[in-house]
Nanobody, 117 residues
């Protein structure tokens, strides 16, 4: 069992930056991929970015060049640095982890990100 706790959400003006953190605990050895997803009101949950145990990253087209996913293995923590934020980035952001790349079986509780225009 893997537990994930997100932090770092909040309210920011358009053009600003935020950094989200996701701390993992429990069966850390079972994690081979972690990622960030987001869900805006009335919309489905969509992929934002992923990172594998080997450090390979993948981004959704709408965040490429603005967001950076990274990890600190010593702290079992994954980060999402979000720059040049836009109002359409407003959503609840969820951290996820799983046993294989692009297979996510554990989810955090979510953290709200609101970007004002």
């Amino acid at each position: 069992q893997v537990q994930l706790v997100e932090s770092g959400g909040g309210l920011v003006q358009a053009g600003g930056s935020l950094r989200l953190s996701c701390a993992a605990s429990g069966s850390i050895f079972s994690i081979n991929g972690m990622g960030w997803f987001r869900q805006a009101p009335g919309k489905q949950r969509d992929l934002v970015a992923t990172i594998t145990r080997g450090g390979t990253t993948n981004y959704a087209d709408h965040v490429k060049g603005r967001f950076i996913i990274s990890r600190d293995s010593a702290k079992n923590t994954v980060y999402l640095q979000m720059n040049s934020l836009k109002p359409e980035d407003t959503a609840v952001y969820y951290c996820a982890a799983g046993p294989m790349e692009n297979v996510f079986t554990s989810w955090g509780q979510g953290t709200q990100v609101t970007v004002s225009s």
